[in-house]
């Protein structure tokens, strides 16, 4: 037997979660069994774990829509006992059992072998929104960064602080969005020169275009932060969307793409084709550096997983959790 966070619904409606034991047959089919060392707590953990279910449909259902750990056993010939492999996407902690656990049981399509120069717990200190953070980072470098500052918006969040220290250690001017002027010496340590309010961006303004100011941006937060910065991107910029933490409304005209020919690009790290998504682990092993990386992570425990669900939908999370699932 092993441990797992286990969320169940009553008859009431409402879910409970709580550290079980349970058994290996019990785990979900699959191709290639995980014994998991890290996982990470992320937005939609928060939405699974919640009272209200989120993204559940069955249950119970075990969450952590990523991890990292060693191969156990394979059906699939590209991965042998032994193998470190890491895990993102496909829908693992909302439709299919999660990384909450000592054990899991996938696809061998769901997994990525962990590069050279990074082990399971950065790799978690990574997690689903650091590999979102770099899944922006090509798109932007595809589509060319202009001279100026990049802008991160949620720069104290997941996506914001990989996304952060990815950029400075590349060499760009990173103008870090934060409504918490306490994370000001977080982001600061990561690489960003700039620390800008969240309220002198999310300003109401009836303008559709302002000074041109960013040479590119990520941003983690959509709505009205999103339609802001549209109107101050540089002309041919590009802007990588990457969340909808402040709503999928986006009260915006189409000025900036039509006068001054600005890029949406939208970034979705759920299915990812396999070059992809190997592509980026390779980068982030090569462009983030590991010390920075130990500055992001707030080490955690499957019994702290009810509160920090909770925490994390409240924006109390800086930085990345990682949750070590053996501790």
Excluded at 129 to 138: D, E, H, P, Q, Y
Aim: proline share 5%; glycine share 12%; charged share 20%.
């Amino acid at each position: 037997m092993f441990n797992a966070l286990i969320v169940e619904k009553g008859e009431d409606g409402k879910t409970t979660a709580g550290v079980q034991q349970i058994e290996i047959d019990q785990l979900p089919a699959g191709d290639v069994t995980v014994a998991i060392e890290y996982s990470t707590v992320n937005y939609k953990d928060g939405l699974c774990i919640g009272p209200g279910g989120g993204l559940v449909r069955n249950y119970p259902h075990v969450p952590g829509i990523d991890f990292a750990g060693t191969v156990e056993a394979s059906d699939d010939a590209r991965y042998a006992p032994g193998d470190k492999v890491v895990l993102t996407g496909w829908r693992v902690g909302e439709a299919h059992w999660g990384g909450y656990t000592q054990k899991a049981r996938v696809k061998a399509d769901w997994l990525v072998p962990l590069p050279t120069g990074i082990d399971t717990r950065h790799a978690m200190a990574v997690g689903t929104a650091g590999f979102t953070a770099m899944l922006a980072v090509m798109a932007l470098e595809d589509h060319g960064i202009k001279d100026g500052p990049v802008l991160v918006t949620g720069a104290a969040g997941g996506v914001g602080s990989v996304a952060t220290a990815i950029l400075a250690n590349l060499g760009y001017d990173v103008a870090a969005v934060t409504g918490r002027p306490e994370t000001a010496d977080y982001l600061t340590s990561l690489g960003a020169t700039q620390i800008v309010a969240r309220e002198d961006i999310n300003e109401t303004t009836k303008r559709p275009l302002e000074a041109e100011a960013w040479g590119g941006c990520i941003d983690a937060v959509g709505s009205a932060m999103l339609a802001r910065v549209l109107g101050q991107m540089k002309y041919g910029a590009s802007v990588a969307a990457v969340g909808l933490a402040g709503g999928a409304d986006l009260p915006a005209t189409v000025i900036p793409f039509l006068l001054r020919g600005v890029n949406l690009l939208g970034i979705d790290s759920v299915m990812q084709p396999y070059e992809n998504r190997l592509r980026a682990w390779e980068r982030i092993a090569q462009d983030l550096p590991m010390a920075k990386l130990e500055a992001m992570i707030q080490p955690a425990t499957l019994s702290d997983l009810p509160d920090l669900g909770r925490d994390i939908l409240q924006g109390k999370v800086k930085g990345r959790v990682v949750v070590d699932v053996n501790a």
